[in-house]
């Protein structure tokens, strides 16, 4: 428990900072952070994180990036860190590209929970905004499903004057498929040009608007997975919409219970907060009690709230920090 009554028991592990796309909001153009050799966590690190993580309270665990199917052996990794014990969940966010062919073996492994990042259905659009292709991504998610994972969540995040009008499309493709779709507010996490009262599309803007087409009903009952969504159910299409406004939900924080862990070895409280502890050193360490501390210290610096309304500036993008 943090210093304001939270539980903290959720780590999101980045596992690389590399992407085989280039989404407008996480990774801009001139990014050239790659991970320098010797820098990035190897399996044994993780693994070791993860063991320690799990033994002082951690029971939900989420793999991201960067894109986090890029990392060679992430299959294996997942199944050593299902036998961990303490670990209740395994998650993943992905932006689908690479996922069809490893669902079935992620599944087997141990890998519990699939979010795909979706954030157009026009090809066009989705080239547009990520400069990839949606086909393999479609691909991905149908073989999520079939793959028989307890959750697969589709994300997208809202940009004014480039994918509002592909809401609705995309919560006739969630109902279709009983996929829950969750609508993200834009944050800072590339720089804060990302972020502009141009572009800038709320959740309560979105929601007054599906409102005007169809009856939105709280859902409570639907609460899915380890996150801030508030889960809404449109009457008529059947569809389950997740809303996470961390811009504009002024009590966004109250409930937190994650840190994350970036793929160059830097534990970080709070997503929307510069404070990182390096665990490199604690890693070279022959027992596990200076890495102890530092989750220790993680947890007892861990802010009330995130700065994003405090004109952040990012220190580095969102491929950097992890998803």
């Known amino acids: 428990m943090d210093s304001f009554g939270r539980t903290i028991d959720y780590l999101r592990i980045s596992v690389t900072d590399r992407c085989n796309e280039r989404c407008l909001y996480c990774r801009p153009h001139q990014y050239k952070g790659w991970i320098a050799s010797g820098e990035g966590l190897s399996d044994t690190d993780l693994l070791r994180i993860v063991r320690v993580a799990a033994g002082l309270g951690f029971r939900k665990f989420r793999l991201t990036g960067g ?5 060679p052996g992430l299959v294996e990794l997942v199944r050593q860190m299902a036998r961990i014990p303490g670990v209740e969940c395994i998650g993943l966010s992905t932006n689908g590209v690479k996922l069809a062919p490893l ?9 519990r929970t699939v979010n795909v ?5 026009d090809p066009a659009l ?7 292709r949606i086909e393999p991504v479609l691909e991905g998610i149908r073989a999520a499903v079939k793959a028989g994972f307890e959750r697969v969540k589709l994300n997208t995040v809202l940009m004014r004057h480039v994918n509002e009008q592909e ?3 995309l919560i ?9 779709l969750r609508l993200i507010e834009l944050m800072p996490l590339t720089s804060r040009d990302v972020l502009t009262p141009e572009n800038f599309l709320s959740v309560e803007e979105v929601m007054e608007r599906l409102q005007q087409e169809d009856e939105l009903v709280p859902a409570p009952e639907a609460r899915l997975g380890h ?12 569809a389950i919409i997740g809303f996470i406004g961390a811009m504009t939900q002024t009590h966004f924080c109250d409930t937190c219970n994650k840190m994350r862990l970036t793929a160059d070895g830097r534990l970080r409280p709070c ?3 510069h404070d990182e502890i390096n665990l490199h050193e604690a890693l070279r360490a022959p027992d596990d009690e200076p890495l102890r501390r530092l989750f220790r210290h993680a947890l007892a610096i861990k802010p009330r709230e995130h700065e994003f309304r405090s004109c952040y500036q990012p220190g580095r993008p969102m491929t950097a920090i992890g998803g």
């Open 167 to 169: 809401i609705w499309p």
């Open 227 to 238: 996150g801030p969504a508030r889960y809404y159910r449109l009457v008529r299409s059947g």
């Open 172 to 180: 006739r493709y969630s109902a279709e498929h009983q996929l829950p």
């Open 117 to 121: 990042s979706l954030d157009a259905l």
């Open 126 to 132: 989705y080239h547009r905004i990520t400069g990839g």
């Open 67 to 71: 894109e986090p199917l890029l990392r």
């Open 103 to 111: 669902a079935a073996d992620l599944r087997a492994a141990g890998l």
């Open 271 to 273: 997503l929307g907060h």
